[in-house]
């Protein structure tokens, strides 16, 4: 069983950096990919980034500009979204999500195509 577990949230004053993290067990196979959204007060779930199992090849949403970097561990057991330069617009509840088809295949920012999701951490980024 797929299971994956945010932590990282918090408030942060604009202009400020936070680094999100993501364990991940359960996956069946080697491949899959993982994404982070994240879903502001009134608006729908976006995607963020995502990073791919077999290759760590990477997805950006234009709205992060070179702000945010995603990475993961050695184990491929924990992916982690560190974001610079945080803006108001930026608050948001961030998922972890993940699906067992590699990113090649799928469109990386739609959240359907995401099976598998996290509880979510909140982040605020207020002065």
């Known amino acids: 069983q797929v299971q994956l577990a945010e932590s990282g949230g918090g408030l942060v004053q604009p202009g400020g950096s936070l680094r999100l993290s993501c364990a991940a067990s359960?996956?069946?196979?080697?491949?899959?990919?993982i994404g982070w959204f994240r879903q502001a007060p009134g608006k729908e779930r976006e995607g963020v980034s995502c990073?791919?199992?077999?290759?760590?090849?990477?997805y950006y949403a234009d709205f992060v500009e070179g702000r945010f970097t995603i990475a993961r561990d050695d184990a491929k057991t924990t992916v982690y979204l560190q974001m610079n330069s945080l803006n108001p617009e930026g608050t948001a509840v961030y998922y972890c999500?993940?699906?067992?088809?590699?990113?090649?295949?799928?469109?990386?920012?739609?959240?359907?195509?995401?099976?598998?999701w996290g509880q979510g951490t909140q982040v605020t980024v207020s002065s």
């Open positions: 359960g996956f069946p196979s080697d491949y899959y990919t």
């Open positions: 999500a993940g699906t067992d088809q590699v990113m090649d295949v799928i469109i990386p920012y739609d959240p359907g195509e995401y099976d598998y």
């Open positions: 990073i791919n199992s077999l290759d760590g090849s990477t």
